[in-house]
């Protein structure tokens, strides 16, 4: 038990266990009823924009942000991250080493994001239903510069955290920053939502 925790707190393992630690907070807070499990996505990109998106883009997909909760993505990679750490330190750097333990990072990243993705996949039919419910017709705001055909994302506030999703128009429609826009289509298997302009 005291080698367990000393390689939990290594200086190479170290961070790792902070973000476990981080992250374990975080859901008990969660089960005290203190936080939303959507609280974070509102800062999730548009990962699937063909304008405005990220370099980051493919590998949010492979980790299915933007059907999944982003806390609950976040903590199966960091989960992952921290038991690969603890098991290739004690194998294949039994010393410590620093500079085979910084080595070891980028297995570890490659290791983490193919189990988070193996693992959040099934969850995507989980929270697609409820998801489903909660936004269909829903009235939402433009927070990009613009919503189009193929780029855009909305806002939609709840009791929670807001809800913030990919949104494109069909046809000639386009809204701008600060529109009021109105979801009535999903393509479940691209993660974006029809929405067109809202009259009051």
Known sequence: MVDFLEACISPITLPFTALLVLVVLYWLTFILGAVDIEMFDALAPDVDGAEGGCLLSPVLQLLNIG???????????????????????????????????????????????????????????????????????????????????????????????????NARTQGEVRLEKGDRALIYEE??????????????
Not at 81 to 105: E, I, K, R, T
Not at 187 to 200: A, C, N, S, T
Request: glycine share 6%.
């Open 187 to 200: 393509d479940r298997d691209k993660g974006i939502y029809f929405v067109e302009k809202y009259q009051e």
């Open 67 to 165: 059907d999944v909760p982003v806390m609950v993505v976040l903590s199966v990679l960091v989960v992952s991250g921290w038991w690969f750490s603890l098991m290739a330190n004690h194998y294949l750097n039994p010393d410590q080493g620093l500079v085979l333990g910084v080595l070891l990072l980028l297995p570890n990243l490659v290791f983490s994001v193919v189990v988070t993705n193996l693992v959040t996949r099934p969850l995507r039919r989980v929270f697609a239903p409820e998801r489903h419910e909660k936004i269909m017709f829903r009235v939402g705001e433009v927070i990009t510069s613009r919503v189009t055909p193929e780029f855009g994302q909305i806002r939609i506030d709840t009791d929670g955290a807001p809800i913030v999703l």
